[in-house]
C-alpha cells in the first residue's frame, strides 16, 4: 500500500472517530448534568449511547482492519507503527492525539457518572431497608484492611 492512501484512508477513519467519540462526550456531559431521579432523561441518555458505542465499536473495527491489511498489527503499537508510517507533516500523529485525548476525557465523565449513579442507587436502597425494617448490610473495612459486613438494622416501622 502507498503512504499517500494510507494517509487518506488513517486521516478519514481518525477524523470520523473524533466526531464520534465528540458525540460521545456530549452524551456523558450531558449524562451528568441529569438528575439521578430523573429515570426517563437517564434512559434516554444510556439507549442514545449504547447506539453511539455500537457505531464506534463498529469503525474502531473497521480501523483495525485497515491496519492489519497495511502490515501492522491491529492493537494501539500497530496503529502507533502504522500512523508513523503514513503521516504526512505530522497531521495524522496530532488528529491520533485529539482522539485519545477525547477518549481519556470520556473514561473520566464516564467513571465520575457511575459514581453518582452507584450512590444514588446506595442511598435509594438504604432507604427501602429502613422502610421495609430489613437490616441494612453496609460493608467496612476491619483494622488488617479486610471487608467485613456490618448488620445495622434500622427500622421506622419498629419506631
Known amino acids: 500500500m502507498n503512504k499517500i492512501t494510507c494517509f487518506n484512508e488513517l486521516k478519514k477513519t481518525i477524523t ?3 466526531g464520534l467519540t465528540d458525540k460521545l462526550l456530549s452524551l456523558l456531559k450531558s449524562e451528568s ?3 439521578p431521579k430523573d429515570t426517563d432523561a437517564l434512559l434516554s441518555v444510556s439507549d442514545e449511547k449504547n447506539k453511539l458505542l455500537q457505531i464506534i465499536e463498529q469503525h474502531h473495527s ?3 482492519a485497515f491496519i492489519k491489511y497495511a502490515g501492522f498489527s491491529p492493537d494501539h503499537q500497530g496503529t502507533i507503527a502504522c500512523i508513523s508510517a503514513c503521516d504526512h507533516n505530522n497531521e495524522l500523529s496530532t488528529l491520533w492525539k485529539k482522539f485519545q485525548a477525547i477518549v481519556k476525557e470520556c473514561q473520566h465523565i464516564n467513571q465520575i ?3 453518582t449513579l452507584d450512590s444514588s442507587l446506595r442511598i435509594v436502597k438504604q432507604a427501602l431497608s429502613i422502610l421495609y425494617g430489613e437490616k441494612i448490610h453496609e460493608n467496612t473495612y476491619d483494622a488488617s484492611g ?8 434500622r427500622s421506622i416501622a419498629k419506631a
Open 33 to 35: 448534568k441529569t438528575s
Open 146 to 153: 479486610h471487608s467485613k459486613t456490618n448488620n445495622m438494622g
Open 113 to 115: 457518572n457511575g459514581s
Open 62 to 64: 473497521n480501523r483495525n
Open 16 to 18: 470520523h472517530e473524533i
